[in-house]
């Protein structure tokens, strides 16, 4: 059983910085998809980065170029570099894993698509809040 952890989310204005972190248990990062996705109230859950086993990351056009994911060895975590933030980007972010539909799923996130479902772990979330 894999569990996820997310931490660094907070609340900041419009053009801020925030890194986000996820923790799984276990070195998990090169075996498993991983991605963040998040939700805001009142909307559907969103693909934001998603990264595969040979490290591919895909970005949501939302995000590029002020979002960027990578594993940190360092720490073991999964990190969410979030800059230029803007209130738009408000929402709980979730980091979510996969294994076993791992290929299925790295096919799709390579034609741009965030099958969310598809993932089978998940964090409980972390807030991010910008303000104008």
């Known amino acids: 059983q894999v569990q996820l952890v997310e931490s660094g989310g907070g609340s900041v204005q419009t053009g801020g910085s925030l890194r986000l972190s996820c923790e799984a248990s276990g070195h998990i990062y090169s075996s498993y998809c991983m991605g963040w996705f998040r939700q805001a109230p009142g909307k559907k859950r969103e693909g934001v980065a998603v990264?595969?086993?040979?490290?591919?990351?895909t970005y949501a056009d939302s995000v590029k170029g002020r979002f960027t994911i990578y594993p940190d060895n360092a720490k073991n975590t999964l990190d969410l570099q979030m800059t230029s933030l803007k209130p738009e980007d408000t929402a709980t972010y979730y980091c979510?894993?996969?294994?076993?539909?791992?290929?299925?799923?790295?096919?799709?996130?390579?034609?741009?698509?965030?099958?969310?479902?598809?993932?089978?772990?998940w964090g409980r979330g972390t807030q991010v809040t910008v303000s104008s």
């Open positions: 979510a894993a996969e294994h076993f539909g791992c290929s299925a799923i790295s096919e799709m996130q390579a034609r741009g698509h965030f099958p969310w479902g598809d993932y089978g772990y």
């Open positions: 990264i595969d086993i040979d490290g591919r990351a």
